[in-house]
């Protein structure tokens, strides 16, 4: 397995850090969620073959990414901000209206 995502939403209700946890191994067509029990999340994505570089992609919620660094591939994992999040938050970096179409740009490449 190579890359995975993580999200904590429930459809329909507010984001609660106890709340669901899923995960997908992309190239396995492989699911796994749990309720309020992180480890089954982790122990079972730790269980798979991993490849050695793993690249996994979340929200940005801090309960995310604190699941994500339990992941243990062989050498290295790659943390990427999903999309909407990124965008949702680009401006927190600074920059105009200019440098942020220029980051876009980059981001679209």
Known sequence: ??????????KGQPCDWKGYKAVRLHNMQALAASFQENNLVIDWVNDQPLAPILTCIGDGHDGIWNII??????????????????????????GDDAKDKHCIK????
Do not use: C, Y
Not at 106 to 109: G, L, N, S, T, Y
């Open 69 to 94: 660094r339990e992941f243990t591939p062989e050498t290295e994992r790659r943390e990427i901000l999903d999309w909407f999040h990124l965008m949702e938050n680009l401006h927190k970096v600074g």
């Open 1 to 10: 397995m190579e890359e995975i995502s993580a999200g904590s939403t429930s």
């Open 106 to 109: 980059i981001f679209m490449v």
